[in-house]
């Protein structure tokens, strides 16, 4: 089974950018789905963005579309989350994760399709 592990939290100000990198480990990454979710204090984990191995599905949350990119380079066994204009509603703990179900525009957010977690990563959007 793969296991993932986050980086790249920090604090930020309004406005500034963050990437954030998925790595996996015990597999290689283009076997898997991958997913970004983000949990903040007292609201439930909700899907951010999702990438495909192989299919070319790319899919954002509303919330994000336009501000946020996702990527994975198999060479590195590593997929990205580019954060850009950062807004404080985006502060939460962000977790990647790995599935081998085919992901869909309508079910990628299932949080129940992802059978490997990481640990999360914080992400603080304050001035």
């Known amino acids: 089974q793969v296991q993932l592990v986050e980086s790249g939290g920090a604090l930020v100000q309004p406005g500034g950018s963050l990437r954030l990198s998925c790595a996996a480990s015990?597999?290689?990454?283009?076997?898997?789905?991958i997913g970004w979710f983000r949990q903040a204090p007292g609201k439930e984990r909700e899907g951010v963005s999702c990438?495909?191995?192989?299919?070319?599905?790319?899919a954002y949350a509303d919330s994000v579309k336009g501000r946020f990119t996702i990527s994975r380079d198999n060479a590195k066994n590593t997929v990205y989350l580019q954060m850009n204009n950062l807004k404080p509603e985006d502060t939460a703990v962000y977790y990647c994760?790995?599935?081998?179900?085919?992901?869909?525009?309508?079910?990628?957010?299932?949080?129940?399709?992802?059978?490997?977690w990481g640990q999360g990563t914080q992400v603080t959007v304050s001035s």
């Open positions: 994760a790995a599935t081998i179900f085919r992901l869909t525009t309508t079910t990628w957010a299932g949080r129940a399709l992802y059978g490997s």
């Open positions: 015990g597999s290689t990454l283009d076997s898997y789905n």
């Open positions: 990438i495909s191995r192989s299919d070319g599905l790319i």
